[in-house]
């Protein structure tokens, strides 16, 4: 091993020890090490060429020790035995398989960090919340699932065990003769709902199933088609009335950047005067937040409240809360963003909640960790999907909102901590698979961009030329430190001055 660093960019201390250096450095965002063969070095660049020359020349590669460039340019053996390619110590001498493990090895460990943080946080017990009427809060009238005639308000009580493969094979009625059991709860829906997809079918044989859900209107009972498709299309239309309670709230957000109207306020209360923006003291939205009013008009629902603030005349948003005892008038200078699907979208960049109840739902340890992967891996396609889903809108603005250095990472763990030891966690084990996701992007310098050249090195069966791969990793690695203090740069802005 050549190098042992924590940290990236400059050495703010290093030492060495037998053949590695071990260092500190600036940038406290993981680390590195850097293992003999890496990057395959001049010499034995050069070396290899040789001995192909010496052995086309009619020699056999195997009668000389080591071939080597001298000061002078010849070419002279050195008594290493075995040639050059026997040099065990060096990565790249490896086969493809072993460097491959060696490179997979640090994303591997992120992956087993997350899986030990999500069993912990199943065994110490996720919050309890408060239970969610089985409902949908609304319904447009432009959506598909109107056509099918779902109506807001409409109460899921049954869903069909099983999924039917076409709709022409809806039940006309509901059938009173089978045995129903109760859904009370969203959380009852949901179960039913999972419990209803058939194990034997691939996800993309889905799309052509559809569940029969019997719903109460009114005291009116009806049977409805559910189609896996539009339940993947129209989510957001299947979903219970979310009360206005505030979640995650993003770090450097307008959310976090809310002042402060008036404390101790009574809703009605008329403000006279009313305060200028810039006489405002700081008063960030907080996690568990319940939104009261927008606008002064009375808020039940999330959609309500998302509702209000698109229909807000301007981007200043005023809003008031319930934190614990005390009703908090506040302003928010809203992001606005519009596009063609949403003409008048406006950004807090807040995400919702839900009540919490006393206890805990947690499991035995060994039930936790046995249970700990599977969670994991939910949590990876989350942080997979959500990623591609913010590129892919390719704003510019929205992509650097949501690019954090160790401000927003200390910001959240302090936020988190200050809820349970059961989101601390969740937060740590939510940025063990943000690593290691990161890690396997095949870009150079990174270990996922280092097993592509590899892979790349195994099908053409020979390395790729040092004149090649060190310009590539040079312009990579400028561009990656340039990331990192484009980070810091937008971490100073949010939380050294921004405020």
Not at 371 to 392: C, D, S
Request: proline share 8%; glycine share 6%; with cysteine.
């Amino acid at each position: 091993m050549k190098a042992f660093a924590i940290g990236f960019g400059p050495k703010i201390i290093a030492w060495k020890r037998g053949e590695t250096e071990y260092s500190l450095r600036w940038i406290p965002l993981g680390g590195f090490v850097a293992l003999k063969g890496m990057i395959e070095d001049e010499g034995l660049q050069e070396a290899e060429e040789a001995e192909e020359t010496v052995a086309t020349a009619g020699e056999p590669a195997s009668a000389v020790d080591d071939v080597i460039t001298t000061d002078d340019g010849e070419l002279s053996a050195a008594p290493k035995k075995g040639g050059v390619t026997e040099d065990l110590d060096a990565l790249r001498n490896q086969p493809a398989w072993a460097r491959i493990m060696v490179f997979g090895a640090g994303v591997t460990m992120n992956f087993i960090t997350a899986v030990i943080f999500c069993g912990l946080v199943m065994w110490y017990g996720l919050p309890k919340y408060a239970d969610l009427p089985n409902e949908l809060d609304n319904v447009p009238t432009t959506s598909t699932a109107y056509q099918l005639g779902w109506r807001s308000g409409d109460r899921i009580v049954y869903i069909q065990p099983s999924a039917i493969s076409t709709l022409g094979d809806m039940q006309p009625a509901y059938d009173e003769t089978k045995q129903v059991k109760p859904l009370r709860t969203w959380d009852d829906v949901e179960e039913a709902r999972y419990l209803a997809v058939p194990r034997d079918k691939k996800p993309e044989e889905l799309t052509s199933l559809t569940l029969n859900v019997t719903v109460d209107r009114a005291g009116k009972t009806l049977t409805l088609p559910l189609p896996f498709a539009l339940f993947r299309k129209e989510a957001n239309v299947f979903s219970p009335p979310y009360p206005a309670i505030l979640g995650m709230i993003m770090p450097a957000s307008p959310a976090h950047r809310a002042r402060l109207v008036k404390e101790n306020y009574v809703p009605g209360e008329k403000l006279q005067p009313f305060p200028l923006f810039s006489n405002m003291p700081a008063c960030a939205l907080e996690m568990d937040d319940k939104v009261l009013e927008v606008e002064d008009t009375p808020i039940k629902t999330w959609a309500q409240m998302v509702q209000m603030i698109r229909n807000s005349p301007d981007n200043v948003v005023q809003m008031t809360v319930q934190r614990g005892p005390e009703k908090k008038i506040l302003r928010i200078m809203a992001v606005l963003e519009p596009n063609a699907q949403d003409p008048r979208l406006k950004q807090l960049a807040v995400m919702p909640g839900r009540e919490r109840v006393e206890g805990r739902n947690n499991q035995p340890f060994f039930t936790a960790m046995s249970n700990a992967p599977l969670y994991t891996y939910g949590l990876t396609r989350t942080v997979i999907v959500e990623t591609y889903k913010l590129f892919q809108r390719g704003n510019a603005q929205e992509i650097k909102r949501n690019l954090g250095g160790p401000a927003a990472i200390g910001i959240m763990a302090y936020k988190t901590a200050q809820r349970g030891l059961a989101d601390y966690l969740q937060l740590f084990a939510l940025i063990s698979v943000i690593l290691a996701v990161m890690n396997l992007l095949p870009i150079p310098v990174l270990d996922g961009g280092y097993i592509m050249i590899t892979i790349i090195e195994a099908i053409i069966r020979r390395p790729i030329p040092q004149r090649i791969l060190v310009p590539i990793l040079t312009v990579f690695m400028f561009l990656f430190l340039s990331l990192f203090a484009f980070i810091f740069y937008s971490d100073f802005m949010n939380w050294g001055i921004g405020w």
